[in-house]
């Protein structure tokens, strides 16, 4: 019992760091994929399902946020979506008929790539905005 | 191509465009489970000349919808208890909403540094593994 609570305690400040960190807008949603899928070694696919899930509540809180807000351009988010949907169930469907090792390989390529354009990424000046 | 205009494309390319740029977040985000955004942004922003925050808007409410169609893909070979998970989840909405409100407050440039190497490292280990 008491392990299970431990381990329930420090899923939680884990989950909660990694939406902090995604909350600033750091890591393209991959830090707590990384962190199920490295260090706590889950299998690839059970990760990246929990990690969509994961995303549901946040996107629905940001969403009501930039509903209000007015900064969604819904004609070319619908045409995406629609679209999307097709290339969402291709994508999820090669996930799962891939080898695992070979998808954590090609995880790691897309890791490489966002550690990268992360790391050099320029912070915009508030003088900018215009 | 009067409708297209009056539902707000300019061309029939732009509503390509959008569907190009769609097929190939879906596609990312179903095979990895994230990064369907790291497509979106830049795509919306350059090419459907979105400004940066309404791309980044746009591509979260596309990402909703292409991920709820990942989930149900992989609901068939995949399945977790919502004991498991909802650690995940409370501790991850959260996290997020600190994170957006600590934005303003901290020096990003440098967490985002930090974790920019977090994530090289990361990229190597599971090369390794």
Not at chain 1, 32 to 45: A, T, V, W, Y
Not at chain 1, 67 to 96: C, D, E, P, W
Not at chain 2, 95 to 108: H, Q, T
């Amino acid at each position: 019992m008491t392990e299970i609570f431990n381990s329930v305690i420090f899923t939680l400040i884990i989950s909660f760091i990694c939406g902090a960190i995604s909350g600033i807008g750091i890591g393209g949603g991959s830090i707590l994929l990384i962190f199920m899928s490295l260090i706590l070694n889950m299998e690839q696919l059970q990760a990246q399902y929990i990690n969509l899930l994961y995303f549901i509540p946040t996107a629905i809180f940001a969403l009501i946020w930039h509903i209000k807000n007015k900064l969604i351009v819904f004609h070319k988010g619908i045409v995406a979506t629609i679209f999307g949907i097709g290339g969402a169930v291709a994508g999820s469907y090669l996930a799962m008929a891939i080898d695992p090792w070979l998808l954590k390989k090609i995880f790691a390529l897309l890791l490489l790539y966002i550690g990268i354009t992360q790391l050099f990424q320029k912070e915009k000046k508030p003088e900018e905005k215009k | 191509m009067e409708w297209l205009k009056k539902i707000g494309f300019d061309s029939t390319s732009m509503v390509v465009k959008c569907a190009l740029v769609g097929i190939g977040a879906g596609i990312v985000n179903g095979l990895f489970g994230s990064g369907g955004g790291l497509i979106l942004v830049p795509f919306f922003a350059s090419i459907l000349k979105m400004e940066q925050k309404q791309a980044f808007a746009t591509s979260v409410f596309v990402i909703l919808f292409l991920s709820i169609c990942s989930i149900i893909s992989y609901s068939g070979s995949q399945s977790v208890t919502w004991l498991e998970i909802w650690p995940f989840l409370v501790g991850g909405a959260a996290g997020g909403i600190v994170g957006a409100l600590a934005l303003k407050k901290l020096p990003v440039k440098w967490v985002r540094r930090v974790f920019a190497l977090f994530i090289l490292w990361a990229a190597v280990r599971a090369f390794m593994t």
